[in-house]
């Protein structure tokens, strides 16, 4: 299988080399050229399985330079009892008998990043050894929040590996900025960047598409490559996670094989919903996927007129991770459903690139509207949402959650569609304690990580551990730049 840029087809890569490079160096993404299918005989055989079973089983249909021992060995490291607060590592929780909640936040950092941010570094090293790499690589990552922390954990010490993560500086949460500056590691850095998350992915893809910053590292013996979504290798280990609750719905008799799930997933750069949407390509009885925004509703735009236009008031919320007005992993889509047609979606980004916008053809627009539905819910909803479901069913969830479960209800209410459905918690609430407690009428919420104590008090939970730990750890980067500045900021880094 062969892994070839959106933008330009001729450019054709081994699953190593993709995950490697992290980003074409036309700028498009790397995607397989064909998909895999995934027979019932296949997901049967799946039910009986544990999680890093199944993460081995669907990785390696497209991984065929990578054994199956070696994939063993990392989802048996990255999805250790070390390392995930759950032996199930993604559990399914039952609300209603047509409702279930998809958890992806029992990993290290608390976020659904984990999932796929403790196998890609094992799959990089693998990556760089099959490929006879001498350089280092340098891993740049712009985060809207748990981007950055998970892949900060998931690289810390490995070798011939630096890692740089780059953050809005008022766009992520108090808990989400702890967690990045008091980052351990000697290969580790953090600045924050002066904007909001659409500055600095920016700011990274130019700098992955700088010739002559390629050429200067390629002197000093690095290389670049990403642990963003626009790594092949982030996106795969997040099909594993829908198949898996499709294994355990059909485990808990729930449905029948065959049987057709809705997904609604809070959605910002769109590789998480990407990732069911191409499991229900290989053959996952996908129903309709649910595209949940915040208040920044670009996606939830597109999808209702086939125009996407970033040209809009950039919000600052509750549910940071989701503040995005350039969603990448769109284009992977839109190059599956022009039929992979490369200048076509080449056409598409350039006028994103010098107009903000761009309309999709009608044949498209179809096409998406046949298996996506879109919406959003604002900043008061949002809270109302949280406190809702901690009031009908005693179970706590973070904003980007709420966002979920909101645009859920508003599409069983617009449709009538009452088909089962999964909806995705991207995030532990006690990463959000401020808004959390607000939103279950706490009025004077304690400073500091004292709200993490206080949340766990009014819900009688604990909080995660490696969010209650970072009291006693040192705040080490503090740093803070223009996003023209970032490229000073990498260099300075592998000096």
Sequence with gaps: M???????????????????????????????????KLTPALLEDLRGKT?????????????????????????????????????????????????????????????????????LPHLL????????????????????????????????????????????????SAVQALQMQ???????????????????QTGVKTLFSDEKLREDLARRGYFLSSANSINWGRILPQLVYYISA?????????????????????????????????AGQMGLPVGKLICASNSNNVLTDFLATGTYDKNRPFHTTMSPSMDILVSSNLERLLFALSGQNDQEVAGYMKQLGEKGCYTVSEEIKAKLQADFYGGFCDEAKTSAIIAQVWKEHHYLIDPHTAVAYGVMQDYREATGDDRKTV??????????????????????????????????????????????????KAVRFEESVDKEKMMDVVLDMLR
């Design 125 to 172: 090293s693998a990556s760089l050894v099959k490929n006879q790499e001498d350089k280092t690589v340098c891993i740049l990552v712009a985060t809207s929040g748990d981007t950055g922390k998970a892949a900060l954990e998931g690289f810390k010490d490995v070798d011939r590996t630096k890692i740089l993560v780059f953050y809005p500086k008022d766009g992520v």
């Design 2 to 36: 062969k892994y070839v840029s959106t933008r330009n087809q001729s450019i054709r890569l081994r699953a190593s080399q993709a995950i490697a490079q992290g980003l074409a160096r036309d700028g498009g993404l790397l995607t397989p050229e064909v998909f895999p």
């Design 423 to 472: 909806f995705v918690s991207t995030a532990s609430p006690f990463k959000f304690c401020d808004s959390v407690l607000h939103s279950l009428g706490v009025a004077q919420v304690r400073e500091g990580l004292g709200a993490l104590d206080q949340l766990a008090e009014v819900s009688g939970r604990p909080a995660p551990v490696p969010l209650a730990s970072l009291r006693d």
């Design 246 to 278: 499709y294994c355990d719905l059909l485990n808990l008799g729930k449905i029948t094989m065959g049987e057709k799930v809705n997904y609604c997933v809070p959605t910002g750069n769109f590789g998480n919903i990407l990732a069911c949407w191409y």
């Design 51 to 119: 999680y890093g079973q199944r993460a081995v089983a669907v990785m390696k249909l497209f991984l065929e330079d990578f054994s199956e021992e070696e994939l063993t060995a990392f989802t048996q490291a990255g999805y250790s009892g070390e390392k995930f607060d759950d032996a199930r590592v993604a559990p399914l929780e039952p609300l209603t008998e047509d409702t279930y909640c998809l958890e992806l936040w029992h990993g290290p950092t608390s976020a659904f990043k984990d999932m796929a941010l403790q196998i």
């Design 182 to 200: 008091t980052q351990q590691g000697n290969n580790v850095g953090v600045c924050a960047v002066h904007g909001n998350f659409d500055d600095a």
